[in-house]
Structures are given as C-alpha cells and as structure tokens.
C-alpha cells in the first residue's frame, strides 16, 4: 500500500520523537535541554555509560556520536522493535489518531471480497450433503461431473480422509472453467448456509480490523489471562492477588509491562488481549487506558472480568455486567482473590 501525500510529515508532526524515544532511553538531564527540545542520553543502539545519543525533538530527528544511529521516529521505533517500516508507520498513526487515512487505504483489506474458494471449500466440506451436491449439479450444470467425479460423492458418504480434497478439486476446476458455476455455488452457499457463510466473512473482516490497528492478526492461543491495570505502586498489591487468584487455574496472569520489558506500546497490548483466554479489568480510578483496552477486549469476543475499588467508577453502560468490588487492604485483597478464583475457574477450570 502506498501512504497519502505528505501523510509521513504530518505523522512527524503529530509525535513526538522524545516521547517514543523515552521508552528505551534514560535521559541526561544534566546535559538536555528540554526548552531547546534537546535531549541527551545513553543511547539505545550501543552499549555506553556516557550519554552521546541526542534527540533535536523540533526537527524529530536522532544521532548517536557513538554509533552514528541516525533517523526519525519511524526508523527508530522500527529499528528498536525489528518492524518493518509500515508496521512502523501504523503503530505511530495509530497513536496519534492519524490510522483513519491509512485504513481507508488499505488495499490489504479483504473484508468486501467474497467467499474464496478456500472458505468455498470449509463450508462445503462442513455442511454438504449429497442432496446438496445434486443441487449444486442441477443449478451449474455439472450434475454429469460431480456424478462421476470418481472420489466426491463416495469419499462423502464414508467420510474418507481425501474428501476434502476432492471438495477442492471440483471447485477448482469450476473456478477454471469460467463458466459461471463457480459463482452459482457461492450464492447457492450464501444463501443455503448464510450464518456459516456469515461467520466466514466476520472472520475476515475481523482479522482485516485487526490490522487496521495496527496489529497483524495472528490466531489466538488463549493461553494467558490478561490484566489491564493502571501501573504504580498501590496497584502492586492488587496484582499479586490477581496472580494467585490465576495460580488456583491452569493459565498464569501476564500484564502488558511483565511480557515486554516496560517498553509498551499499544500493539503489545492488543498481542497480549488476543491471546487471552480471559480479560481482567481494574476500572479503578477510571483509567482511560483500560477503558479502551476493556473495549477491545469486548469487541474480540473475550470473556471480561471487571473489578473495582469503587463502583461509582463502572460506567452505566458496564454496570450490567457482573463485576467485583474490592477494598486494597489485606483482608479486602483477600476476599477479592477468593471471588476471583471461582469465577476464572467457572471460566478456564482448576488448576490440575
Ligand atoms: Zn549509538
């Protein structure tokens, strides 16, 4: 895909190069000077005790005297993450607000096309009978091939390992004719299984909205429960009782800063949303970050757990929702890790 006209300025424009930057660096508070927009620290390309690596966060450019690293935002976060660049440019726009452009863009987006033959190929092999074959037969007019297709209809009957095969050997060869059977038996399909068909284009369109995040869609493994928390230090206590409350299931907890080393960014998050079996979501003090994340969570499909100190902080719109509150004491903590224990164990079992 190519980016819009003078999308990449603007993207520049829009970030600031010290804010991305601090993720990985220590500033040298001694030698910057931040009313110049000029930062000082060691660099983050190779190792040093000094501080030669200088940000002129005006211009949004970078240079280490050391090393020679040089570049803009972009080729930082894609250097620092090992991205390619527009992986880079998506998590940087999605950041700043600008990833409308680059969605409306998108010519990676599959979530308009139609079946393929692929998906053509699952349904069948899924909901075809051999009245539905027949069917097929009469409306293409390939009622003479598939009967004597020499596998299809026995393969079908006894359930036989090469029937799926034979399902795409016939689709293709529709596909090749180019005389409109194949379209047939897409709209046959649409139309005789719509809500099987239906769920295969979400699951398209749902990957395609993943990666107009910026995240490219990987399948989910389920395997951890996430936490999204504000970070600091009264939330420290909160967090060991969540993760002994996940001890008593088979997942552990995984928070966003525990997996990736305290240099977060949003696509961290949704990775660690996705692969989430559960979602736990301390709304306490209303954080705007877990607000969003819990939003995602609930748009995936996952299972939410919200928790507060304070109910007044649950939005209107969640109070439905069954949630828990919790007092951070010791023997407030205490209660919570016990009523959250039942209810992930309700959701993901004991522990063995
Ligand atoms: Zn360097």
Known sequence: MSLPPGYLDRLRDNISLTD??????????????????????????????????????????YYCFGCHAKGDVVSFLKEKRGISFM??????????????????NDDESHSAEPLNLLQLKDLIVENFDQENFLEIGVLSGW?????????????????DPDYPGNVLDLITRMDDAGDGSIEKLRTYIEEKFSIEAQAATDAVAFSAAKRSLGYNFVRSRNDVIGVMMPFGGRFGQVYDAIKRSCETTPLPAKRADEVWNNSVLINDILELINHSAVVICD?????????????????????????????EDVPFDLRHHRYLTYLNNSEGLGVLENQLSSRLQGLVGEKP
């Not at 009622?143 to 359930?159: F, K, P, V």
């Open 283 to 311: 709304l306490t003090g209303r954080n705007e970050n877990v607000f969003y994340e819990l939003g995602i969570a609930h748009a995936w499909g996952k299972p939410v757990i919200p928790i507060t100190q304070n109910s």
């Open 20 to 61: 991305v930057t601090s993720r990985w660096v220590r500033w040298d508070m001694r030698k910057s000077n931040p009313e110049k927009g000029d930062y000082w620290a060691p660099c983050p390309f190779h190792e040093e005790t000094t501080a030669s690596f200088h940000v002129d966060d005006r211009k949004g450019f």
């Open 143 to 159: 009622t003479n091939q598939i009967r004597n297709h020499s596998r299809l209809l026995r393969s079908l009957s006894w359930r």
């Open 87 to 104: 992986q880079a440019v998506r998590q940087l726009a999605f950041i700043c607000g600008m990833d409308d452009e680059l969605a409306s």
